[in-house]
């Protein structure tokens, strides 16, 4: 963290002018509040009134949910498509032709098949958060190195054997990226999906208060996303390091 | 090419029907599209309980020969036979050592735990009994206060160990060890020489063993083929009548260690400089 200082000192700054410029009227002051005002009805919302907070659960359900459904779906069909090639043959195509789609073009197929509900934005978030993990998956699987492979084969281990003890470890590192790379997609499409239907979680909850004209409020829940996504790659950093110890390339020791 | 050495290990009289019969070996590969001979009709026996060594120069096809005898890589023709049966596929009974050591550790094992995958692959023993019998092996190779490292926390040379370790482990009948010293330090190589002696003849296993350094082949070996560039051929099939325990000072000195080397290191390199097979001949019948 010590090195880091740097870099929090120019957000500090950043904020400072920000402030100076908003109370000088050197910026809208009503599309941009000062920093204080922004502050303070982040508390306020956050832990007074809690309309923040009570925004925040949804939207985290729906991550999670969307997220966990991906990984026990793209995994598994990500090792699959690696280690058979048949699978491979069949699946990279489509995979490679619906990936570029954006993942917020599907809310309206969704709305359609499943309503505004949680099922609809849950199933958007799943479906972005598919496509990283399973392509880091397969390219993981293939990339793993044929030496270890051929040393699964001499050592005469079942095929099973081989995917869970050498395959699945080896391809470990991509399959994580992919799971991290998904979990930022999943913040952001979990968002568009709140704006653009439904009467809850953090995304609805700016865009509201953006209608009504809170604008202080509006700041402090898009605040509060780059706070969450920064704990959520935090956290996942750290469950990384913990899975990859054995690789030895972090710097903390 | 068919050349057969007789069988050294324990002075045996009577020649066995040997472990490991290759006939007729014929190997391509395709590189940028123009056909690559490694071997067009090789043939070779290894005897049981023997310590072959396979020299050559480099790329000339040591490790090709290897895989397919293990059954790792498949022949375009002839035929591969372990204990008379034709190998089709990985032969049980058989461990192959990479040469590429760094690439065939698992990097997310420990030392102890690499050790346990050999161990584990052929033997189920409760927990308690493995873990004794992973140790031994790991003080066996020297590793003993490592066991917990992972291998990003090795030097080349331990890595090398513990890859020899999770071999040697299984027990296999035939143990194919591709230049497994290259990475050590000429005492650890020594220790290393010894240490693999010594479980041979304790264990009593097959051992081939390929190696660019004659010396060693010479220092290990009851047999040694030597084989020239692409397509391979057998150039040489010397058995070794040094007599086992071989001891690094004592054996070293032997007269007959030092003429071993000298004829094979002679015949190999001026075979690799193109000297014709006649001027061979007068060469080594001086
Ligand atoms: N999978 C492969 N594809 C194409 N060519 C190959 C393949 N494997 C080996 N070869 C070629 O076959 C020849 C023999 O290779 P091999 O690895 O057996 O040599 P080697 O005697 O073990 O050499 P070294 O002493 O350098 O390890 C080389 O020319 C190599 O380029
Ligand atoms: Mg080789």
């Given at each position: 963290m010590r090195r880091r200082w740097p870099g929090f000192l120019l957000i500090a700054v950043l904020l400072l002018a920000w402030e100076i410029s908003s109370a000088r009227g050197w910026i809208d002051p009503i599309t941009f509040p000062r920093i204080s005002v922004i502050f303070d009805s982040w508390l306020r919302t956050v832990w007074t009134t809690g309309d923040l907070t009570r925004q925040l659960l949804p939207s985290l359900g729906r991550i999670f949910s969307g997220f966990a459904l991906a990984c026990v779906v793209a995994i598994p069909l990500g090792l699959l498509m690696g280690s058979v090639s048949f699978v491979y043959r069949l699946l990279e195509p489509i995979t490679e032709f619906i990936r570029?789609?954006?993942?917020?073009?599907y809310i309206p197929v969704a709305i359609l098949f499943l309503g505004i509900g949680n099922e609809m934005k849950i199933f958007v978030v799943f479906l972005a958060c598919c496509f990283p993990i399973l392509l880091n998956t397969y390219g993981g699987v293939r990339g793993v190195d044929p030496v270890l492979i051929d040393t699964g084969r001499t050592f005469g281990v079942s095929k099973l054997t081989a995917a869970r003890q050498i395959i699945l470890p080896a391809a470990m590192p991509s399959i994580l990226t992919g799971m991290r790379i998904s979990l930022g997609i999943a913040l952001i499409v979990a968002v568009v999906a709140e704006m653009i239907t439904g009467n809850s979680g953090i995304g609805y909850f700016i865009l509201d208060m953006q209608r009504v004209f809170r604008v202080p409020e509006m700041f402090a829940g898009i605040f509060t996303l780059g706070l969450l996504g920064f704990l959520i790659n935090f956290v996942f950093l750290k469950i990384e390091s913990h899975f990859l110890r054995w690789r030895g390339t972090s710097v903390e020791a | 090419m068919n050349a057969m050495a007789p069988a050294t290990n324990a002075g045996a009289t009577m020649r066995p029907a040997p472990i490991i019969e290759a006939r007729g070996l014929q190997r391509y590969f395709n590189v940028n599209g123009k056909r690559l001979t490694v071997f067009d009709g090789l043939s070779c026996a290894v005897q049981q309980g023997g310590f072959l060594s396979i020299v050559g120069p480099?790329?000339?096809g040591k490790s090709t020969l290897l895989k397919l005898i293990s059954g790792l890589d498949r022949p375009n023709g002839g035929e591969i036979l372990f204990r008379g049966k034709p190998v089709?596929?990985?032969?049980?009974g058989m461990i192959y050592v990479f040469q590429q050591y760094t690439k065939s550790?698992?990097?997310?094992?420990t030392v102890i735990q690499n050790i346990e995958f050999g161990l584990a692959s052929h033997k189920s023993l409760p927990r308690a009994q493995a873990r004794e019998k992973c140790m031994e092996y790991v003080k066996l190779v020297g590793l003993d206060g490592y066991e917990?490292?992972?291998?990003?926390?090795?030097s080349g040379g331990m890595q090398q160990r513990v890859v020899i370790a999770r071999a040697m482990i299984?027990?296999?009948a035939v143990l194919l060890m591709d230049e497994?010293?290259?990475?050590?330090d000429a005492l650890t190589r020594a220790l290393l020489q010894e240490l693999v002696l010594k479980i041979w003849s304790d264990i009593k296993f097959t051992v081939l063993f390929v190696t660019h350094d004659v010396e060693e082949a010479v220092f290990l070996s009851s047999q040694i083929i030597s084989l020239t560039k692409?397509?391979?051929?057998?150039h040489e099939n010397v058995a070794i009548?040094?007599?086992?325990?071989?001891?690094?000072i004592a054996t070293r000195a032997d007269p007959r260690f030092t003429d071993f080397r000298q004829r094979l290191f002679s015949s190999i390199f001026l075979q690799e400089k193109g000297i014709a097979p006649d001027d061979l001949k007068t060469i080594r019948s001086k």
């Open positions: 570029p789609i954006p993942s917020s073009a | 480099s790329g000339c089709t596929g990985p032969a049980d550790i698992f990097p997310w094992r917990n490292h992972y291998p990003y926390q090795l299984c027990e296999p497994p010293f290259s990475a050590v692409a397509p391979a051929t057998i009548d040094l007599p086992y325990p071989r001891d690094q």
